[in-house]
């Protein structure tokens, strides 16, 4: 066990639907980073939080949003899904900036049928 | 812009025997360089990273990589492969500073150690 929590492990909905990804960072962890892990896109970053604020933006659609709460924990929203957002989706933390690496959580499936 | 290079998709190497993986990367600045392990269902788990000082580091489970910085590589390399090291193997880089301070991954190096 990492110590970064996400929830659901796995995740089956229909196109144009909306999902929501949870994630709780390892204990005493500020910074919660989401990817993307596809056949074909490899990991793709997509947004980062910092206690609580928004730090950095990657490859992130206009369809998905995230956000960081109090407790530290993040969702990771995405709407009007499409057949190709199905991935991995995995959730990382780090103490600040991550300048000793991340820890990364076991991932949610997401199956968008 | 970072970026990273693993230029196998594949590597097969018999137990027993040396094994590399390869990377090579792009960044401004003197980069943190990581290397990854991912097992089928599992999350990423961290093998090992340089930050600064002896450009051989030691990391888990036997692997150690090699920093150089006249051809940007950060090679994983294991003095002898064991079966249970077959597994998806990612390379990772950052900048030291400024705004792109996540980590960049490679595409992935698919490890396969034949009995």
Request: hydrophobic letters at 30%; proline letters at 4%; charged letters at 15%.
């Amino acid at each position: 066990d990492s110590g970064v929590t996400q929830t659901p492990k796995h995740l089956i909905t229909a196109t144009g639907q909306r999902v929501t990804l949870r994630c709780s960072p390892r204990s005493g962890d500020l910074s919660v980073y989401w990817y993307q892990q596809s056949l074909d896109q490899g990991l793709q970053f997509l947004i980062q939080y910092y206690n609580g604020e928004e730090r950095a933006k990657g490859n992130i659609l206009e369809r998905f949003s995230a956000q960081q709460f109090p407790d530290l924990h993040s969702e990771l929203n995405l709407s009007s899904l499409e057949l190709g957002d199905s991935a991995l989706y995995f959730c990382a933390s780090s103490v600040s900036q991550g300048d000793y690496g991340y820890t990364f959580g076991s991932g949610t499936r997401l199956t968008v049928v | 812009a970072q970026s990273v290079a693993q230029p196998e998709d594949q590597v097969n190497v018999a137990e027993g025997n040396p094994l590399t993986v390869k990377c090579t990367y792009s960044v401004s600045g003197n980069p943190y360089l990581f290397w990854y392990v991912q097992y089928p269902n599992r999350g990423l788990q961290f093998l090992l990273k340089y930050i600064t000082g002896d450009n051989l580091v030691k990391g888990s489970y036997g692997f150690e990589a090699e920093f150089n910085k006249s051809q940007t590589s950060f090679h994983l390399k294991k003095p002898s492969a064991l079966v249970s090291d077959s597994a998806l193997y990612f390379c990772a880089v950052r900048a030291p500073s400024g705004s792109a301070r996540q980590l960049t991954f490679g595409s992935g190096t698919q490890l396969t150690v034949l009995p």
